[in-house]
């Protein structure tokens, strides 16, 4: 687990409690060194994936009653056939209703097409070559009834350079729990980073 102080893509503003103005931040806590109206996302894990990879699990993420997070991945994929996903999964790979589409735009003759699928595939292996999967994508419990993924990456291999834009919709009626990141076919490594969502104000 990472330093609860380390926080991504976020604004603040600090309270000034003598003047009960808004001061510009030089650090992100106000004049009794309380962080306020803090806004964006806070580590909770990194994990560094070793090669030969085919999963990797982020577990009891219900422990933190948080609706939102957010992935980060620089990844290389070694697929094993064409047209091969690295995808992400809300609690189980199988037995929940997805339905998700990706959008590729690729550099062979500056071509694009749609992919509609069962899964959030955070990047798209087109050849059988290692390819550089750099994106992030965020989670997102809606209601009582659906999760909803939506994100966006670089695709990069010796032949071919693609971005890749996804979004997804899982039925589900519990909270999100886990996140499982699986391949296809083949196997993957590298940096995979989540975050939770922060409170709009932390006293």
Known sequence: M?????????????EDQETNGIIKPQEHWNAKHKPVKLLGYELLEEKNVPDSSSEVIFNNLDDFSIDEFLLEYDVITNPTSVTSYLSTYINSVSGLTVKATGHIVHSSA????IDN???AALGRNSWVQSHIFKGKCIIQKLNSNYAVIIGSSVCISTD?????DYS????LSSAIESLIIKADNGTFNGILRLWKKLPLNIE
């Open 160 to 164: 071919y350079w693609s971005r890749w």
């Open 110 to 113: 500056g071509g694009h097409g």
């Open 117 to 119: 699928l069962a899964k």
């Open 168 to 171: 997804s919709t899982t039925s």
């Open 2 to 14: 990472v330093d609860a102080g380390m926080y991504h893509e976020f604004e603040c503003e600090i």
